[in-house]
């Protein structure tokens, strides 16, 4: 019987090992030349937004998918606006996974480039062009991890949804809010990779690979002063200028509260594993006023990702220096925390200014990211991202990380859905680079990304 037992034991294990190694690897020379090629093909189609043209890239995606045998289809909310959508089946045993990433890139000021920011020229191992890292890389990568999946026959216990979407980079009729409204049906899902996490290569080496789990709310407002007008030769108690400068003061220095919560606490504490000693007792210490003062100076990203942020951008006011002008007005960028209550936190700002002459006048959030819980750091997704950076970068970290900025991540997880954003590895410097000016990616982490999101997403979606 014992023997028996021993056989069947040995059975069980080879078999468990034949399934384990049955997911083919890719061809990683193969698969970073054809992500490089269509990288370089959707640079060369300018997207910039407004006005964003995106349905140009929609329709190429629709072509090089048909070429490959998997029907798409493209919807069109606004003419000229399109975003594609394209599945493959799984057997429905798991809800369906979504490679998501956005079409357009902002606009470029040419005189500012050193080269053609369309081009997609390759100098030095890195491609550069207007969206190479913004949000290009990713279309692309999900692009070929897509293809790699239709060409390498994987079973899935999930369907793979591709969605290349428009209009990211501004609010619009085009964007996340009226897909998601319009169309959930076609890509509801259980688990979303999208834009929005970090990496940092130091010495040529990945140090680490930040996955977002959760984003700050925008909520921009502006702040409205009224009073007198007149001529400036005669001052005037209730200048609205003075007013406004008062207010814009106030709140421009104000301390929000700080807090954690479970990715930022998870982040800092893996952070400080990786970190010089002097700097780790800070991240260990997050909290401690006398290090909030260091962040606030030394590091102001994490100085935000610990509190609702309140940052006066621009001043508007007068049209003649001796013409006292009646109303005076600044814009100001907030971004509140996921879990902030911000009709508790705008009767605060209130009190802070106390001001009967200054308005806070809210934007139109029609299009805006709505408010959403961060996805989880225990789900089978993240693990999945944890065990394929250690494949592809053996001796980094993963942090789970909480963005400053914001991403259409914020309309799947208000559906429900563990979204996480990632990135392809970069220097800072070429971080520095995405919005600004000769923004490039290095040709070769494309193929690291490649490999990344192919390791994930047969992890949680291959039988």
Known sequence: MIRRLLVLSCVLLTSGMMFAQQVPSLDAVQA?????????????????????NESKVAHYLQG??????????????VPGRGSLIARLKGDGSKRPILLMAHEDVVPVDRSHWTVDAFSAIVRNGALYGRGSLDDKAMLASNLEVFLQLKRLKIPLSRDVIFLAEASEETDSPAGMKVIVDRYWDKFDCEFALNEGGSSLIENGRVKYMAVSTAEKLPRWFSLVATGSSGHASIPRVDNAVVHLASAVARIGTWETPA?????????FQRLATISPPEEAAWYRNVLDPKVQAILRVQQPQY?????????????????????????????????????????????????????????????DNTYSMPAAP?????????????????????????LPIMTTGATDSAFLRA??????????PHTEAESRTVHGNDEHVEVKQLGVFVRYIYAAVTDVAAK
Do not use: C, W
């Not at 996921?338 to 936190?345: G, N, R, W, Y």
């Open 32 to 52: 970073q030349r054809e992500v490089e090629h269509f990288l370089t093909d959707l640079v060369r189609i300018d997207t910039q937004d407004p006005p964003g």
């Open 64 to 77: 090089v998918l048909q070429r490959e045998g998997i029907p798409s289809e493209i919807v069109e909310p």
């Open 259 to 267: 807090r954690l919560n479970e990715t930022t606490r998870e982040f």
């Open 303 to 363: 100085y935000s990702m610990l509190r609702t942020s309140v940052v006066p951008t621009m001043l508007k006011a007068g049209f003649k220096t001796n013409v006292i002008p009646p109303t005076a007005q600044a814009e100001v960028d907030l971004r509140a925390l996921p879990d902030e209550d911000l009709v508790k936190f705008r009767e605060e700002m209130t009190k802070i200014i106390n001001d009967p002459q200054i308005k806070i006048v809210p934007y």
């Open 374 to 398: 961060p996805s989880g750091i225990h789900t089978a997704m993240f693990l999945a991202l944890e065990k394929a950076q250690k494949e592809v970068a053996p001796g980094a970290t993963t």
């Open 415 to 424: 559906k429900g859905v563990q979204a996480y954003g990632i990135s392809v």
